[in-house]
């Protein structure tokens, strides 16, 4: 995988091959690569939601979406490199960027949340797939055992849903910003 593509490293990552999450987390140059991923992926949630949202709510979700991946990456080296890390555990920022960022590929799947009746169920099924992928991008960048990669996952999500999630609803409600 050191001289893969990043296509290849995408698909290699979203089949769970870990040698494909170990090339990425290593090279530094794919930084760039995670984070159109995850751009990419925002968009095409943008597009398969459109129906729900229209195009104001597309963008906007698209921009969001990206914010609140850095966050969560951000929030996911801290818990998973500092708080539960091992003696084993050499993980950077950027590591856990790009491992996540790639973790996000089966994400672009969900621009065919547009199509009505099989819509949600793929965008179900994408979202199952990219926490698998995430839990195993946190598994190889922090060197850990399984178990303790959801355990980072979860409490990453819990922090996250506590100090960004909750904030920007209080202040959607608190300066009237309809939500559907």
């Given at each position: 995988?050191?001289t ?38 925002s ?34 080296y ?13 993980a ?86 309809a939500?559907?």
């Amino acid at each position: 995988m050191a001289t893969a593509s990043a296509i290849e490293r995408a698909i290699g990552v979203a089949r769970f091959d870990p040698q494909a999450y170990e090339a990425v987390e290593h090279d530094e140059a794919a930084t760039g690569t995670a984070l159109a991923i995850v751009v990419l992926a925002s968009i095409a949630n943008g597009i398969g939601s459109l129906r729900d949202t229209g195009i104001l709510g597309a963008i906007v979700g698209a921009i969001f979406a990206v914010i609140g991946f850095v966050l969560y990456a951000g929030i996911a080296y801290l818990i998973g490199a500092k708080v539960f890390a091992t003696a084993e555990t050499r993980a950077t920022w950027g590591q856990l960027l790009r491992t996540l960022g790639f973790a996000q590929a089966p994400g672009v799947l969900r621009v065919l949340g547009i199509v009505p009746v099989i819509g949600p169920i793929i965008g179900f099924v994408v979202a199952v797939w990219i926490l698998v992928a995430s839990v195993i991008a946190i598994r190889q960048a922090c060197d850990f055992s399984t178990g303790r990669a959801i355990l980072t996952a979860i409490v990453s999500w819990i922090a996250y849903f506590i100090f960004v999630v909750l904030p920007m609803v209080f202040l959607g409600v608190l300066f009237g910003v309809a939500t559907r």
